[in-house]
């Protein structure tokens, strides 16, 4: 049902939730996903309430940056993500950015509730940083960071919209309990920022246990 | 030999079996899986002693709300688990559950030896809490009972007698030493449950490490 | 080129080898396996120095019981492992043994390194014990012994002579740094005992961590 | 593309990558991998910038050993690994190299990270540690040197100048919070050494933590 031009980004969109899904950080039905289209105004998301480990082709619809269902997308439980607002924030304020990811692993949901009163996560010295985009070395410090967790969008938007500052200083964010947002040019890029923060969470994780 | 109308919950049975398999959630010949099946008072159950690494669509039978084998399935070493006593207690006290399901971690064998003098598990503000059917926000408290392992599987229930008083405030209860069991009206809610408190023991688990 | 009688044996052990690699239970070119074969006198064993990730049915050799290879599977680079002087005798001592299977797990290698001192790890009130043959509860204790490690055969085998008396009453031993040896009337057994372990190994290892 | 006598070489190499991959030791596009081409002076090798988890033949690239790529594998946005001096350097020094291996495990990582004041890690009494080339048996000590990370080569090559002396005694090193450098006479034999390193990283993280 994609508009040929879209059909990549879509493919390639699916490959990455499945690779989440195996990595276990998409637990029931968490997480959301998408990434814009060829056609200005719009982008290709995830549906709500999908199993990730059986997502499938048809499970991606398209909306417009309002978030309202594009034809012939339309149709009865067919509904985007209940976060769909947080992704159309994202494009709507970056032009440059072409995929938004969302994420819900384990050390995500622990790591961020235990640095909640600090409001971010620090990296630092770990060669592992050049793979944000921008980072050309390990001698750098990367911020990550968090939120409160809150049923209403609008409230995690607003708590972001300090970072949101142009020129964007960051690669993402943590909601506390809830886990990670990222972003990126296309779904290559957005995609191997949630490997990297992932690897960071699970360093932090390991070091903090010495 | 399923009934066509049974065939789609036994596929979907049998797919999360394997699925909790790969998980490492069901090791040696552990754990046991049900589905409500279209006859009023026949349920679809996994057969005993098989190694859920190689389960197969045969290896799912029909018995009654006694536990009896139905025919055709009857055969030589063709039995139900032992635990059947407790999925067809379940289902008749409960009209609204469609599959119950039971899995052996473990962190579910672990967590429940650590709390089970408390007698419960308890997880509050996780964003993951919303995959347990009926919550809303990550701004509550779920309670998940653990009651004392037995081989009878009477006492077992009898444990339970208590927390199994409709309306139904639970989504499952933990065996202290053996594991999680969880329900939902059908295969993939309950699916999801199994999910959400092996994410919750997960969280639980890297948590208390601090 | 095996005999027919033993192909099922011999796949049913291929798949077992294949599932503990994909565990991570045999890193680089460690453990080795073996079944009796329907020939009186005679074993299928895995041959020595293959990676177990690439492991396949032609990687599976005959022997007698004195270890040595029997035509058609003698040739250039094919030798039994070094070990299989511990399966043979285990076949010698034990009509009843029908699969020998050696896993080398980091918590097989770290828990025998840790409990050297002790001689055996102990295992009690976990429901998983009822998966390791004739236990029928998860209200007993089960003992498993470790004996130091060495790279003469004969050393361990003697390390083991007083826990190898009949009746038998264990169900395997670790060598500290070095792993599990199991065993089992068939491979299903063997199998189901290697897992009920290592469930049991990483139990010990979170409980422990408290 | 590649010359008949070095096909075997690179699916080797390539089954390598994709095994590496799924055991999470090559997040984001980390990671670079080599092996000597059958023609002297020429060498097989990962190009830059790959989802490893993407990885495919047409992925493998050919320099000579000044790490300039050869014709016809030139071409736009084709250039090997930043790292591939380090490749080409271990090549021309040990004539019987012939495979050079680089991973990024989280253990890896942190494991340098916490050693490295010391310069380096130390493994003793671990049978796995005849995994390693020469090593006959699990009684002795391997020392795996851990050098300082660098954006700049040559510094990291020339931290490692005085470890790199004939006879090697060392089978790899590594950068601190960066990863593993490992190598062997084939493709297999340096798989095998990177499975054991990370094999003994996970038991020394699991040691420490008692």
């Given at each position: 049902m994609f508009d040929p031009r879209d059909l990549p980004?879509?493919?390639?969109?699916?490959e990455a939730i499945q690779y989440f899904s195996?990595?276990?950080?998409?637990?029931?039905t968490s997480t959301n996903y998408s990434a814009r289209s060829?056609?200005?105004?719009?982008?290709?998301?995830?549906?709500?309430?999908?199993?990730?480990?059986r997502f499938q082709l048809s499970d991606l619809i398209m909306t417009n940056l309002e978030g309202e269902v594009l034809p012939p997308?339309?149709?009865?439980?067919?509904?985007p993500s209940a976060e769909t607002e947080i992704h159309t924030h994202l494009y709507r304020l970056?032009?440059?950015?072409?995929?938004v990811l969302h994420t819900h692993s384990v050390l995500g949901t622990t790591l961020s509730l235990e640095h909640a009163a600090e409001?971010?996560?620090?990296?630092?010295?770990?060669?592992?940083?050049?793979?944000?985009?921008?980072?050309?070395?390990?001698?750098?410090?990367?911020?990550?960071?968090?939120?409160?967790?809150s049923q209403s969008m609008p409230d995690i938007i607003a708590a972001m919209e300090s970072?949101?500052?142009?020129?964007?200083?960051?690669h993402g964010f943590l909601i506390a309990g809830h886990g990670l947002y990222t972003w990126g040019r296309d779904v290559a890029s957005a995609k191997r920022h949630i490997e990297t923060f992932e690897f960071l969470f699970e360093c932090t994780q390991v070091m903090r246990r010495r």
């Open positions: 980004s879509a493919n390639e969109l699916l195996q990595q276990g950080w998409s637990p029931a060829a056609t200005p105004g719009h982008i290709i998301i995830s549906r709500s309430g999908v199993d990730k480990a997308f339309q149709g009865p439980g067919i509904k970056f032009p440059q950015i072409g995929c409001g971010q996560l620090r990296f630092a010295g770990y060669e592992i940083l050049k793979g944000l985009e921008g980072n050309a070395t390990h001698d750098m410090e990367e911020r990550l960071p968090i939120v409160a967790n970072y949101l500052r142009l020129p964007l200083q960051i």
